[in-house]
C-alpha cells in the first residue's frame, strides 16, 4: 500500500496519534497529524490525501462538523474515531458522511485495515472498466476512450492527444508511480525517442489543466522517480 498519498490523522491524543502514525507507517502509508479542527478544512483543500482518520471529539471544531464540512467539497474516504459506543451516534456519525467508524479503545491494526478496504472499495467504485460505452473514470475525471474527450467535475478539459493517453496510463494504474521512460512509451505510441524535459513539460500542462479552479492537481509529482495519480 505504500503508493497511496498520506493519510491526514486527526486526533487530540498525542498518544493514540502517535501509535496510529507508527503502524500506519508500518504498513508503507506516510502520515500527516494534526491536533484540533481548526485547520483541517484549509488542510484538506490544499494538499492530497488518500483517506482521513477523524476524532468526533476534538478542540475547536468537533468532527461531526468537520466530516459534514468536508462532503461539501470532497469524496475522500473519511473513517471517524470514537468514545461513544451508542448505535445512534454510529448512524449520525455515517449520516454525516463518514465511510466508516470505529470505536475507541481500538485495535490500531484494525484502524489501518479498514482503511485499506476504504481505499479498494472506493477504487473499484471510481475506477470503470471499459465496457460498451468505452469510458475510463477516478474521481471526478472522466475520459471518453472514442471521442477523446476528457472532464472534470463535469467541466470539458481540452487536452492534447500525447496529454490524453498519458492520462488514460495514470486512471488505469491509480497511484503507480510512472517513470519519465515509462510515461514516454505511453504518450508516443509511435515509439518515437523524446528527452526526459518533453515528458515534464507535457506533465506540466496536464497537471496544470487538470487543477482547474481548486488549485490541487491529482497528479504528483514523485522526486527522483517520476509521476503518480493521487
Do not use: W
Not at 483541517?40 to 482521513?52: D, G, K
Not at 509511435?190 to 489543466?209: E, F, Q, Y
Amino acid at each position: 500500500m505504500s503508493t497511496h498519498c498520506p493519510v491526514l490523522i486527526v486526533e487530540d491524543e498525542e498518544k493514540i496519534a502517535q501509535i496510529l502514525v507508527d503502524f500506519f507507517t508500518l504498513e508503507g502509508f506516510t502520515t500527516e497529524v494534526l491536533h484540533s479542527g481548526e485547520h483541517v478544512i484549509s488542510t484538506i483543500e490544499s494538499h492530497v490525501y488518500s483517506a482521513v482518520i477523524l476524532d468526533r471529539m476534538l478542540p475547536v471544531v468537533d468532527g461531526l462538523t468537520l466530516c459534514k464540512q468536508i462532503r461539501q467539497f470532497s469524496t475522500i474516504p473519511i473513517l471517524m474515531l470514537t468514545a461513544r459506543v451508542d448505535e445512534i451516534d454510529r448512524l449520525i456519525g455515517l449520516g454525516a458522511g463518514a465511510d466508516d467508524y470505529i470505536c475507541k479503545p481500538f485495535s490500531p491494526r484494525e484502524v489501518v485495515a479498514r482503511v485499506q478496504a476504504i481505499l479498494r472499495r472506493a477504487q473499484s467504485q471510481n475506477i470503470v472498466s471499459e465496457t460498451t460505452q468505452r469510458k475510463l473514470a477516478y474521481k471526478d475525471i472522466v475520459l471518453d476512450l472514442d471521442s477523446y474527450v476528457c472532464e472534470r467535475k463535469n467541466q470539458t478539459i481540452e487536452l492534447t492527444p500525447v496529454e490524453f493517453r498519458l492520462l488514460k496510463a495514470f486512471i488505469e494504474k491509480p497511484g503507480h508511480v510512472f517513470s519519465r521512460e515509462q510515461l514516454m512509451d505511453k504518450g508516443y505510441v509511435d515509439g518515437r525517442i523524446v528527452s526526459n524535459r518533453t515528458i515534464d513539460s507535457h506533465m506540466k500542462n496536464l497537471r496544470h489543466k487538470l487543477m482547474q479552479n481548486d488549485h490541487i492537481s491529482p497528479l504528483q509529482a514523485v522526486y527522483g522517480i517520476g509521476y503518480k495519480l493521487c
